[in-house]
């Protein structure tokens, strides 16, 4: 089973969320689904949350580690050159 590492980005203030799951699809809709309650950060900042970018893996530890590496300052350095170029 794939693991994915990905970036949503809210359409209504820009901010970015950097997260990791085994079904992209799914989480995504949790994202965005207001009576969710497991999405805290997508929750307390206005979406819709949009996908820009993801990342296939086939280890949850392998997509954790790239998770982590997003969240750092050099990956969020990354992340925002990524959506500057979009």
């Known amino acids: 089973?794939?693991?994915?590492?990905?970036?949503l980005r809210s359409q209504k203030s820009g901010?970015?969320?950097v997260g990791q799951t085994n079904d992209l699809a799914r989480r995504i809709l949790e994202h965005?689904?207001?009576?969710?309650?497991?999405?805290?950060?997508t929750k307390?900042?206005?979406?819709?949350?949009e996908l820009v970018h993801s990342e296939e893996y086939p280890t949850r530890t392998e997509a954790m580690r790239r998770e982590k590496y997003?969240?750092?300052?050099?990956?969020?350095?990354w992340v925002h050159a990524l959506l500057h170029d979009m």
């Open 15 to 17: 901010k970015t969320y």
């Open 32 to 41: 965005n689904d207001p009576s969710f309650n497991l999405t805290l950060y």
């Open 1 to 7: 089973m794939p693991f994915w590492v990905y970036v």
């Open 44 to 49: 307390r900042n206005p979406g819709p949350w």
């Open 70 to 77: 997003l969240k750092s300052g050099q990956g969020r350095e």
